[in-house]
């Protein structure tokens, strides 16, 4: 079973940076997306940024691009989520997905996998 564990939230003034991290445990092997979606309340979840493996690609979201950095630890698992010049609009909680490619087009389908959250406040 894959377990996703994130970690790294809190709250920050603008300007601010974060650091979001995922723990991947129970993990598929070969090609599979990993990312980042976010849901402020009463919003929907929408993606932010996601990454493929092996091949390294990455996507973001209009949003957070230029500010937003994804990466992953390939012997550790981990998925990391570098937020710089954070915005108040920025505030949301914050779940770490994956599966085969769905992720990496920030589409919501059945079988994927997902942490617990957690919340990134962003205040003016």
């Known amino acids: 079973q894959v377990q996703l564990v994130e970690s790294g939230g809190g709250s920050v003034q603008a300007g601010g940076s974060l650091r979001l991290s995922c723990a991947a445990s129970?993990?598929?092997?070969?090609?599979?997306?990993m990312g980042w979606f976010r849901q402020a309340p009463g919003k929907e979840r929408e993606g932010v940024a996601a990454?493929?493996?092996?091949?390294?690609?990455?996507y973001y979201a209009d949003p957070v691009k230029g500010r937003f950095t994804i990466s992953q630890d390939g012997a550790k698992g981990t998925l990391y989520l570098q937020m710089n010049s954070l915005k108040p609009e920025d505030t949301a909680m914050y779940y770490c997905?994956?599966?085969?490619?769905?992720?990496?087009?920030?589409?919501?389908?059945?079988?994927?996998?997902w942490g617990q959250g957690t919340q990134v406040t962003v205040s003016s």
């Open positions: 129970g993990w598929m092997y070969g090609s599979y997306c």
């Open positions: 997905a994956a599966d085969r490619g769905h992720v990496c087009s920030f589409i919501i389908t059945a079988g994927q996998f």
């Open positions: 990454i493929r493996t092996g091949a390294g690609s990455t």
